[in-house]
């Protein structure tokens, strides 16, 4: 019966978003107050529907409810109460159910910290998510239900898939869901702008922190499945350019852009029709994300169970939100006004020439992605498009990136001079010059590659410790000054990260009897031997390495390689030892012959400022979004934004 | 011409790209097997150990051999089908019943209803093998000259069946 | 600089860049793909000669052998048969009778030497030893509340 209860609650919940997406839009065109005032009602009837909903399918997780489909192929009792829970974005209706509701919970919170804008922006803001959320709640209930029944009921569960059961896996989808769906937010308002012809410095002010918070989430959501990767799936690899990956990556290129151009807007009112597009383009590339992982099209490592009815419906979503609102986008854009002049050189062209290398990036990973789908299309065979291609590709594009990202937020806006700016970078050209020559040599041969990596990520920092030292003399800098510097640390931690492990890494695959040792990058591994050790629901042949540095004992490992009691495929546990300027890795092969295994063992140095640099980014964001003019009463930016059109007319 | 369509021109060809996708399907290892003779085998029935199976018993006929097991919760989701399509006599259908116990097994078809003309019985899974069984359910389409006409990977759906299977039986049966 | 100027900058600037990126992506394109063809295409010579590839199929039953750390197994699509060598750990998916995909060039011998080896599993399916782990668990869970 309690199931039956959850797949009501999600009924109700489409009939509440159709009015939620349906009356308030119609009232704010026709200027009917009452219909708008439904739009803040009806969120909060659909959010409370939809969390309903969610808790129900927690419940039958929770309670081994068996006789629930869904929650017979991805649970059992064996299954440890946190991975029961997690369990629920286990599978593909889960996952779904997950995302409407973060979906609705993101509406709620628009309508709740939206009590300074007008309403008729608000209840069009809504009405667009109302829609939005319609649609996949139809999908939900039509295609993919997680409260359909098994009867009669089995008596034990298929169990998670064992590559699930881990901490970063818990928190991996929900937090990527939270980016991806956080993109809405920034679609809707767009939506909203053009729909009410307003495209605005308000606007862009409005939009900025929810679209600087959802590009935090995906940040945080990315960097996370990328380090579970590297822990888990035991291969030392931190990002394969896989399509499930790169279906996250292309979003977060594209919302990169929007952060940036967002600033051009509120700040100059430049830019607006690209603003948008880039708006509704982030979060087409979440829905395109969501169907190439789901629909199957494209085979990935990450096996999901697809099914073609659902990837038609998702298409056809996908269809006619992107089409309508690029439709709107053609016939509204024309009309809108082209805000501030700017020069040549000025900080609005530095975050043109962002946005640009940004969206190209972005278009290169969309084509090597769709690439194998192409030649399929057109029948010439069935091909893979290597990481090779991607690191040939986007590396080389982001490198000019790199180089602005410094000299970006010394430029002035409107128009800059190239002497001031070169005058107050040189000490930092001049630190970049000289790490580049040296930093390689301490941490072992020289390699042009490397070598340019540090410069410019020296240059990017050394740049911001400049521009700290020049802001504190005129006063003290605005949370989003912050933000932006921190972000901007972060990406030239994320370059040392990278460049340092895809250069000095070392790995060897090698055949190991107790007590024999290996050596990578000066740490040696001795081999103490493997016994049995028994998990809640696996038993597990547990290494003992002894790490040991320059003959001082460092600690001691202990990889795993696990048995499911509920699955036949063995899963490797990585044992890593971490460390600020290094990580060690040992993972167990097979057992080959007498007590001799296979034995994998890494030396990754700076492979955590690749996360630690995603971090930062993140960190900035969130200082950003908190800045405080975004809490400003309304009729302050009105004013402001009244004063800025008068001087721009 | 609006520049500002530029974007929608884009999005058009994009789509028409994924939709032309969604009919491939890149998943599928292209089956050798069709076009070529069912590989034979002999195994015992499942509700009789002391009787054999063998494919060339069915020879002259068009028949449906679907592979399935107790275990097997895709398997539930296409056996109503099967006990429908079963009733409309179009084709005998013969189960292979993959890696299970017998008990199991027999039971599994009392519960939710037996549409086999009869079922082998394939304990170790080697029969699965060589008709290149990759999980359960699959299902062969095969000739009146025993050659394999049609796989279907994963359970069967109304449309494959209607689509699909009861066409291309109908044009055999002639 | 006159707005026409700019303009023109601008454009021919994004051009140049757009030029560039093409440039790289078809010659990294060019040289980065790698088809993916069946053990019988193999047999009937149709094999990119030299060239990197992907062979998928089932991995042969009984046909995993271990020389220390070279894994020799044959990837079949049950008509033809590839034979296959790899240095270095399986993916933890991979097993006998199971799919799987090699990467890699196929030498004089007829050998592919893999360079990589992927292993897939769909989660719609059952393999049947989880059936067999299941009941295992159902069995110990008794075991437990006896």
């Known amino acids: 019966m309690i199931p039956e209860l959850g797949h009501f609650a999600l009924m109700l919940a489409l009939l509440v978003t159709l009015v939620q997406g349906v009356l308030p839009l119609l009232g704010a065109q026709r200027n009917q107050p009452q219909w708008v005032a439904l739009a803040r009602p009806a969120t909060a009837a659909a959010f409370l529907l939809v969390l309903f909903s969610f808790l129900v399918l927690t419940w039958s997780f929770y309670s081994n409810d068996f006789s629930v489909e869904y929650v017979a192929q991805h649970s059992n009792t064996q299954l440890p109460t946190l991975y029961r829970i997690s369990a629920v974005w286990g599978g593909h209706e889960g996952s779904l159910l997950l995302w409407v509701l973060m979906l609705t919970g993101w509406a709620q919170a628009v309508a709740l910290f939206s009590r300074r804008l007008p309403e008729a922006m608000v209840a069009r803001v809504l009405g667009v998510l109302g829609l939005v959320t319609f649609g996949l709640l139809a999908f939900v209930l039509l295609t993919s239900s997680p409260f359909e029944r098994l009867l009669p009921a089995v008596e034990e569960g298929r169990s998670l898939n064992p590559l699930l059961q881990d901490p970063g896996l818990v928190f991996h989808p929900p937090l990527l869901y939270m980016g991806y769906v956080g993109m809405s937010v920034a679609f809707a308002f767009a939506i909203a702008a053009l729909l009410a012809g307003q495209l605005d410095a308000a606007w862009a002010r409005w939009s900025r922190p929810w679209t600087t918070v959802a590009w935090v989430f995906l940040t945080l959501g990315i960097a996370l499945g990328s380090w579970w990767a590297y822990y888990e799936l035991g291969w030392g690899g931190w990002w394969f350019w896989d399509p499930v990956e790169n279906a996250s990556f292309m979003p977060w290129l594209v919302a990169t852009a929007l952060i940036h151009s967002l600033a051009v807007t509120e700040k100059r009112g430049s830019f607006k029709n690209w603003t948008v597009l880039l708006a509704i383009a982030a979060f087409s590339l979440s829905l395109l994300g969501t169907f190439l992982v789901r629909s199957g099209v494209l085979t990935s490592v990450h096996a999901f169970a697809t099914d073609p009815r659902r990837g038609i419906f998702i298409l056809i979503l996908l269809a006619i939100v992107v089409g309508s609102s690029l439709l709107l986008f053609a016939a509204r854009a024309p009309k809108v006004s082209l805000g501030g002049r700017f020069a040549l050189l000025s900080r609005e062209t530095l975050l043109l020439v962002n946005n640009v290398l940004l969206v190209v990036a972005c278009g290169a990973v969309l084509l090597g992605t769709l690439y194998p789908l192409l030649i399929d299309a057109l029948g010439m065979g069935k091909l893979s498009v290597g990481p090779p291609y991607f690191n040939a590709v986007f590396v080389p594009i982001m490198l000019p990136l790199l180089v602005l990202v410094a000299a970006g937020p010394i430029a002035r806006w409107k128009h800059a001079e190239i002497g001031p700016i070169l005058r107050r970078l040189w000490p930092a050209a001049l630190a970049a010059v000289l790490a580049g020559a040296g930093l390689p040599l301490l941490a072992g041969e020289w390699h042009a590659y490397v070598a340019l990596a540090l410069a410019l990520a020296v240059w990017i920092a050394a740049a911001i410790v400049l521009q700290t030292v020049e802001r504190f003399k005129t006063g003290k800098p605005t949370a989003s000054w912050w933000g932006m510097q921190i972000a901007h640390c972060g990406l030239a931690a994320f370059v040392v990260g990278v460049a340092m492990v895809s250069t000095y890494e070392e790995e060897r695959d090698v055949r190991m009897s107790p007590g024999e040792t290996v050596t990578v990058g000066g740490h040696t591994f001795k081999f103490l031997g493997v016994h049995d050790v028994r998990g809640p629901n696996y038993v597990a042949a547990r290494g003992s390495f002894e790490l040991t540095k320059d003959g001082k004992p460092l600690r001691t490992l202990y990889p795993e390689k696990r048995n499911y009691d509920t699955s036949a495929m063995p899963m490797t546990e990585a044992a890593i030892d971490a460390g600020l300027t290094r990580d060690v890795y040992v993972s167990l092969g097979e057992p080959l012959e007498g007590e001799a295994w296979a034995v994998r063992v890494y030396f990754k140095p700076f492979v955590d400022w690749i996360w630690g640099g995603c971090l930062l980014m993140s960190l900035g964001g969130l200082l950003a979004a908190a800045d405080r003019r975004y809490r400003i009463r309304v009729k302050q930016s009105a004013a402001a934004t009244a004063a800025a059109a008068g001087a721009t007319a | ?174 | ?146």
């Open chain 3, 1 to 146: 600089m006159k707005p026409r100027h700019k303009r023109i900058a601008l454009i021919g600037g994004g051009l140049a860049a757009l030029g560039i990126a093409a440039a790289l992506v078809l010659n990294a394109l060019n040289s980065n793909i790698a088809f993916f063809v069946t053990p019988t295409e193999i047999a009937e010579g149709k094999a990119p000669q030299g060239k990197t590839f992907r062979v998928g199929g089932m991995v042969k039953e009984g046909s995993l052998r271990r020389d220390n750390l070279t894994v020799h197994f044959v990837i079949t699509d049950t008509a033809k048969e590839v034979p296959v060598a790899y240095t270095g750990i399986l993916p933890d998916l991979f097993m006998e009778g199971k799919g799987a995909v090699a990467q890699g060039r196929i030498g004089a011998d007829g050998v592919f030497a893999a360079s990589e080896v992927l292993a897939k599993h769909d989660e719609n399916y059952m393999p049947p030893e989880a059936q067999h782990a299941v009941d295992q668990a159902q069995k110990t869970g008794q075991t437990l509340k006896q």
């Open chain 2, 1 to 174: 011409m609006n520049k500002f369509l530029l974007p929608l021109g884009i999005f058009i060809v994009l789509v028409a790209l994924l939709a032309v996708g969604l009919n491939l399907n890149p998943r599928e290892v292209p089956s050798p097997l069709i076009g070529k003779p069912a590989p034979d085998f002999s195994v015992p029935r499942l509700h009789a150990a002391d009787q054999s199976f063998s494919p060339k018993e069915m020879l002259g006929k068009v028949w449906l051999f679907n592979v399935w097991a107790s275990w097997c919760v895709s398997c539930r989701e296409e056996h109503p089908l099967l006990v429908e399509f079963g009733k409309t006599g179009t084709v005998p259908i013969v189960g292979l019943n993959y890696k299970d116990k017998r008990e199991d097994g027999q039971r599994w078809l009392a519960r939710f209803g037996d549409p086999y003309l009869l079922s082998a019985y394939d304990a170790d899974g080697r029969v699965g093998i060589n008709y290149g069984v990759y999980g359960v359910p699959e299902t062969y389409l095969i000739d009146k000259q025993g050659v394999i006409r049609f796989k279907q990977i994963g359970p069967i759906t109304p449309e494959v069946l209607q689509n699909k299977i009861i066409p291309l039986a109908q044009e055999l049966n002639k």
